[in-house]
């Protein structure tokens, strides 16, 4: 009883922003026409996988107490890349998709190395990473466009029932035994796949432990041992590769790739607003990516509510934006309980 | 004591310099298997470079390590580690975001068949830690943040203890224990001591060197002065090899008692958290009211409920009689109220670091440099000069950033800042931390000449000496009270330490009686 009383303590955040989501996704489908239902579930589901992989990227570096604004510029390198590669025959799909992935847990890499070794401010490095980044984008894309394999993108962007059918997977889906699971939309069941195999042990390891006491006191975690350097370029490496996973998943949802800078630069802040919101400290050492997922997923539930209130087009940042204070507001509350002002400086 | 004489740490010819300043010099230096040794010396005597050589923290800039024979050099802290040397360190090593268990397991979890962190067994061999330093109470989950400082201190000590050391060096590692968690790390460090464990022991407290130790080390100025059995000499005889002089002669002489002056601050049942349970004192025109006992017991956080910083207070602060409520540093320092606080960490709260000498200096008083709303700057610049005269801070030029200094220095630079605003009130946190005898005497003088002035100063010290010879009057705080006022001659050590660990004052020291065979 006492266990769980503390770790409910300690995701008071998470807690905080799984409520939020529910609210604002509830309230979206009780007035949606079809609301509840799966192509709903499917929409929703395709068009938050993004920027929860956006967001689930940035929360790695901001957990190590860093910050990476070259997540955008990763997850528009590899749309761009995807638009080029992710195509042809089964197994030039299986390398394309191979080597997209790659490439972001590579440009990732690059930026721990430069934060690392090149001693450079987390902050200013990925800015000038980022450029260089969609620099390449838009070598590898001037325009946009691209072919992406159809089939793929089909069966990847709809429910498990339809990758199993364009696939001939389980008796066209049709296996008894898959019923139950057949509804779950393919973005969802791939991104508890990541989170299971990826950032679950990540967490559980002792890099991913040391990212967060580096986070946590970065001269406490060098004088236990902490190999610092080795969790930092982790830190930045892992999340080249979930902001290289969102920029796959746009290829496949817009079968096709754009380098388009504003973008690339809004999607990095709102992984930013998404971390926070999910109850990840932006000074580090607490939190985690799943936090950062349903903080993601509190951002595109707000938006989707703009499409059943009539708000006009223009007005809708400026709504955004309040109500995106509002819930940054909640998490921040805690500000009252502090009794030393010492302590609101840290 | 083990029959295995031959050391196990052997230091040769070790030096190392921070940049013009020699922070030791060429020291030779033992510890054998078994033993308890205890390292003496001021602040800046070249204890913590010694600890910091040993662990692999900085590197020495000649001489040579050995351990059990073999010559080593650490390139950092995992490397000793690896070697079995673990540090307790003073400023905690822990992790506050990450739970007991994880910050106890942090450098060597056990792990699982596929090299993941293994939680359940971290979780007992957390419990089992925990309970062999008697804290059963702390649930391994909880995230160190939320623990009281003693707790923290025993969770460090288990940490420690949970990496196997071989060499296992503690630095004031028992500062902000409970006298009970006190007797319980004793009686932990003499069986590890009889287990054949090397044992290194920095302290500032006399007594608990007299309780454990078996060997001693004096350092001075970057030097190893001499090493002796414990119980060889005599208190006075150690004082007076770590200071290399006469004690009597670093305190300027104490005005004759001059009956009751009219308080300028008083305090009436001062209440915060469960930091402060209800402090009264009051400090008159000129005096220097001294705040003792173990670090920890809310002293620090009295003065930053004097100076505005904490809030949640409950309780009555006056100022010339008058209730005042403070809820600001800004305020503090108004003119009316002309309160100070000369900060604990110089280097985070009392300095900008990067800026220069001259900004650092002017910072507070900025607000009276001024000609119409803009500073004036030559009045800025007189001002500055002044205050670099009359403190004699040594400067280049002061526009130099104040990072440049040494440590005096930079706590004279904090000094002169708060000595601009022309504060009636001035709060002092372990001001003299860190720096060398001789600016700890120019220190000195200059409260005493600030009190003759008409300063009222209350003074928090971790150095039982400076409250014993610069104060008129002492308080010692327990557990966020004050347990005893002392006056006069009764300022002695004894009455601080017993007072302290709030024991009868009448009783001996209790560790006097166990002193090491």
Known sequence: ??????????????????????????????????????????????????????????????????????????????????????????????????????????????NGVVVVYGRIQPIIATLATGAVYIGIALFIRPTPGGDVDGDLSWALTNDIYEFCATYGLFDDGEAAWLAPFAWIPMPLAIMLLVIFLVWI??????????????????????????????????????????????????????????????????????????????????????????CSLIGAMVIRAISFNFRIFDIAPLLQPLFEGIVLLGAVSIGAARVFRVKNRLELLG | MTPDNSPFLELSGVSKRYGGVRALENVDFACRRGSIHAVLGENGAGKSTLIKIIAGVVQPDEGIMRLAGQPVR???????????????????????D????????????????LGLIDKRAQRRRTEELLARVGCEDVNPLEQVKNLPLSRRQMVEIAKALGRGPRLLILDEATSALTSSDVLKVYDILKKLGEEGLSLLYISHRMHEIEALADTCSVFRNGRHIETFPAGTRGPDEIVQLMIGRE?????????????????????????????LNGVSLKVGKGEIVGLGGLDGQGQRELQLALFGVLSGLSGTILVDGKPVTLSSPAQAKHHSIG?????????????????????????????????????????????????????????GDVADPVATLSGGNQQKVVIAKWLLTEPRIILLNDPTRGIDVGTKQ????????????????????????????????????????????????????????????????????????????
């Open chain 1, 1 to 110: 009883m006492n266990d769980l009383r503390l770790r409910l303590g300690q995701n008071l955040g998470l807690l905080l922003a799984i409520g939020l989501f529910l609210l604002f996704w509830l309230v979206y489908n009780g007035l949606h026409p079809k609301g509840f239902s799966t192509a709903v579930l499917i929409q929703n589901a395709n068009e938050s996988f993004v920027i929860g992989a956006v967001a689930m990227a940035q929360t790695v570096p901001v957990l190590a107490g860093g910050l990476d604004l070259s997540v955008g510029a990763v997850m528009t390198l590899v749309n761009c890349l995807a638009s080029v590669l992710v195509n042809g025959s089964g197994w030039q799909m299986v390398l394309g998709i191979v080597v997209c992935l790659a490439a972001g847990t590579l440009a990732g890499w690059v």
């Open chain 2, 74 to 96: 650490f390139r950092d802290p995992l490397a000793a580690n690896a070697a079995g040397i673990v540090c307790i360190f003073q400023e905690l090593s822990l992790m506050p």
């Open chain 2, 339 to 395: 309160m100070a606080l000369i900060p604990e960490d110089r280097k985070t709260e009392g300095l900008m670091l990067p800026m220069s000498i001259a900004d650092n200096i002017g910072m507070a008083a900025m607000g009276s440099l001024t000609s119409g709303v803009f500073v004036d700057p030559a009045k800025e610049r007189a001002a500055i000069q002044r205050m670099v005269d009359k403190l004699k801070i040594k400067v």
């Open chain 2, 442 to 517: 120019e220190l000195y003088q200059l409260l005493r000449d600030l009190a003759d002035a008409g300063a009222s100063i209350l003074f928090y010290t971790t150095d039982y000496d400076e409250l014993i010879g610069c104060c008129d009057r002492v308080l010692i705080l327990y557990d966020g009270r004050i347990v005893r006022e002392l006056q006069g001659d009764e300022i002695d050590e004894k009455a601080i330490v017993a007072t302290s660990l709030n024991l009868p004052t009448t009783a001996e020291t209790p560790f006097s009686a166990e002193a090491a065979p």
């Open chain 2, 247 to 275: 004690m009597a002669h670093v305190y300027p002489p104490k005005p004759a008692g001059r009956g009751a002056v009219p308080p300028v601050l008083e305090v009436q049942d001062l209440r915060w958290g469960d930091r």
């Open chain 2, 98 to 113: 990450l739970s007991v268990a994880d910050n106890i397991g942090i450098s060597n979890p056990p792990r699982t068949r």
């Open chain 1, 201 to 290: 042990p990540f967490r559980n390891s002792v890099t991913g432990r040391g990212v967060y006491a580096i986070g946590s006191s970065e001269g406490a975690a060098y004088m236990s041992g902490v190999r610092i350097d080795r969790c930092k370029i982790a830190a930045f490496t892992l999340a080249g590769f979930f902001a290289g996973l969102g920029g796959l998943y746009l290829a496949l949802q817009t079968s096709s790739g754009n380098a388009d800078v504003p973008q690339a630069g809004a999607y990095t802040l709102n992984s930013i607003a998404a971390v926070v919101i999910g109850g990840t400290s932006l000074m580090g050492g607490s939190g985690g990516a799943i």
